[in-house]
């Protein structure tokens, strides 16, 4: 498999997974600022111009965050990363879906780049702050999701790679102060050998 990504980008969390699972794969990394993703190249792989996207093992291309969670889960059952018990199944893809469609893209997005949203340059402020209150609103949110848990679904699952890189964006890039729980499970997850390997592979600081 091949994974494309960009460093320190939602796709961190499908780096992530990968390393979880310990098969061998290729990471190939996409600057966004010289606009890769636009290049014909990458555009015949993935007309969408996203990350992440993976090329898996018969060649078949396979996008949006989500759907390559679960197929890496579900297609490597032993790594352990798909809830068995049909509630955590449920709570894994509620939180996944949250911090991926609201968190980032109606959040993370607008504060970030505001004029993808804004119809002037004039509005662009009011973009970013409705952008905030959607991204601080989440955190409130998982703060009570993780209340008890150390991960989200009781055991760590696809969906805690989700939380992750938006925690991540919110005290490494914005420097918010995240809530208890929310700390407590981005400390978590940084101390996982998994992640600790794409920090490094991704030239992060943690």
């Known amino acids: 498999m091949k994974l494309y990504y960009t460093p320190g980008a939602c796709s961190i969390g499908i780096h992530v997974i990968l390393e979880e699972i310990g098969k061998p794969y290729e990471a190939q990394s996409l600057n966004f600022k010289e606009q890769e ?3 014909p190249a990458f555009k015949t792989i993935n007309p969408k111009s996203k990350v992440p996207t993976l090329v898996r093992d018969d060649g078949s291309v396979l996008t949006e965050f989500p759907a390559i969670a679960y197929f890496l889960a579900r297609s490597n059952p032993g790594a352990g990363l798909w809830p068995e018990d049909l509630d955590a199944q449920a709570r894994a893809l509620e939180a996944m879906d949250y911090a991926v469609s609201t968190m980032h893209m109606q959040g993370f997005a607008r504060i970030v ?94």
């Not at 760590?156 to 102060?177: C, M, P």
Request: include cysteine; charged fraction near 25%; proline fraction near 5%.
């Open 37 to 39: 993703q636009y290049a």
């Open 113 to 206: 780049r505001p004029n993808n949203f804004a119809p002037n340059a004039a509005d662009e402020e009011k973009v970013k702050a409705r952008g905030q209150e959607v991204f601080l609103k989440g955190f409130d949110l998982l703060e009570k999701a993780l209340a008890g848990r150390e991960y989200v679904a009781g055991r760590f699952s696809i969906a805690d790679t989700a939380l992750f890189y938006v925690e991540w964006w919110a005290a490494k890039r914005l420097k918010l102060t995240l809530p208890p729980n929310c700390a407590a499970h981005l400390e978590r997850m940084l101390a996982r050998p998994a992640v600790q390997r794409v920090m490094q592979q991704e030239g992060l600081a943690a």
